[in-house]
């Protein structure tokens, strides 16, 4: 089981995608447990974003690891039926990393994600929650001039009588707890580990009715 | 001194000279848009609505210099890049390696496309000149583009390009070379050309070096490219005419780039308040080479604030900058749809408060 898990890691942090994808089919076929190479994965993806955190890796460099550690990933995972859903998406501008980073954990964690992409609206979230019924729904801005679509977004899921169905998660680097407060979200996190224990702490309460 | 026009004084500015009071610069698409009273399904295709949509941009907001655009993907259309034109929006719909599996053949098969075959960039080009027409007397224009890895990023989809550059470094960097280094040439030469002679600078955009963007193993060859382009692009407009920047990003890396560009740029322009580089840093490293032109936080003050703060922020940029450097009054990026008007207001008579020499 090592040498397969090893060859998955060389891989990874060589940045062979095609190689890591390969190792990871021989792993399973090799009848590795399939938690154990999420786990290796995660562990793997966990040490690029600390190398990140650090200055070692560029946005490219992570950019590069979140996709090695999706494929992997969508081979590996288990059938355990999700803990919760969770409809994410960056709010009016492009910019996708941090969301995509916390789409990665939550999936690594056990949530369902539907993940609406970049330059969403207001107005597609609506949609979402209509259509996927999910148990939270996480917000992201990243630049200033798109936090008025989280407000938009809370007062539009009000307006539609959706709003006590789900939480909303509220983050992005020009968000604050007193931001999340005003607009009437149920929880903020600064960072995408952060993000991960407050979905597991809103899950917790939707399913205590809080 | 007698009132300068706002091109004589942009003029002044970037040949280090003093002009009659520090110049402004700001800009947006989607002001001017409201500006030109249509929305921007028929904005984007009415070369009228777009100049009379900056023009009027300049004369009620008092900018010096005019930047005149719709969006970003025009011009990259003939390489299959789609958009989606809301009321009030332009946004990509569809890159060439939108959310693929990583492929290297999607590099190794792109091929050159003319970037003025589009639909789109007639309407653009003859914005252009009407511009230059009705006001090229009055202002300065900032017109340029980025440069080819910046494009090449457009053309592919900017998430697909950052992973994909890791990946496989020799296919992105083969179709650098081999497409959109023409591309680039010809499409900021060629976008310059319906300016004649109302040109009054190239303006390079340096997304691709924004500080923890690029992998730092391949910056040297990013710079490398964009200079190459750069003097290209130099070669074809003119030896004399400046060139300007626009740093986008919350990490710019003034320092690298001033490394590598040298005396090929005559101006830094930068996103401050709100990136990591204090102006007083640039102030005091690059001030007696380069005109600098920052002190506008789009993002918080100018959107957010109210007229005071306004005020307030004018007034500490030029303390920092205007007697130690050739200053210029300049937003970080393109203004945001709310910015209120009272806000712009403020910022032109702050200006003129405290910007006189």
Partial sequence: MDEHLQAIGESFLTFKYFEAEAATKRALKAGVPREEITKTLMALFREALERYEVGKYSIAHLTAAASMFEVGFELAKTDVPPKGKVVIGTLGSSHYLGKDIIRLLL???????????????????????????????????????????????????????????????????????????????????????????????????????? | MAEMTGKERFLCFLGGEKPDKVPLLHWSVDLALALSGVPMHQFAFDAEKVALGHIKYVQKYKTDVCVVNTDLWWAFEPFGVEVYITDSLIYPKKTVADRQRPDPKVYQNLEYRDPFSGKRADVLRRAFEIVAEEVGDQVAFRQGGYGPVSNLALVVGVKELLRDVVLFPEAVFGAIERVMMDWT????????????????????????LDRDLAPPEFKEEIARLELEALLRVKERVGPNVPVTTHFCGPRPDLDFVTGKFG??????????????????????????????????DHTRTLLLGNPVEVDAMVKSALDIAKDRCSFALSS??????????GNLMALAEARDKYGAY
Avoid at chain 1, 150 to 170: I, P, W, Y
Avoid at chain 2, 185 to 208: H, Q
Wanted: hydrophobic share 45%; aromatic share 8%.
């Fill in chain 1, 107 to 210: 999936t690594a964690d056990g949530f369902e994600v539907v993940d609406l992409g970049e330059i969403v609206f207001p107005d597609q979230f609506v949609e979402a929650v209509e259509r996927d019924r999910p148990d939270i729904v996480a917000l992201a801005s990243m630049i200033i001039a798109c936090l008025p679509l989280q407000r938009a977004t809370v007062g539009m899921l009000q307006l539609k009588g959706l709003r006590d169905r789900v939480k909303v998660l509220v983050g992005g680097a020009v968000t604050s707890a007193r931001w999340a407060t005003e607009i009437g979200a149920d929880g903020w996190a600064p960072d995408a580990p952060q993000a991960v224990e407050e979905a597991n702490r809103l899950l917790r309460e939707l399913k205590e009715g809080i």
């Fill in chain 2, 185 to 208: 040439v010809d499409f900021i030469a060629g976008s310059l050309e319906p300016w004649k002679d109302k040109l009054t600078n190239i303006n390079w955009g340096f997304a691709s």
């Fill in chain 2, 263 to 296: 005396d090929a740029l005559d101006e830094l322009q930068f996103w401050w308040p709100g990136s990591n580089y204090p102006l007083e840093d640039a102030v005091a490293k690059f001030g007696d080479r380069y005109a600098i032109a920052a002190g506008i």
């Fill in chain 2, 332 to 341: 970080g990026c393109e203004l945001g749809i709310g910015t209120p008007e």
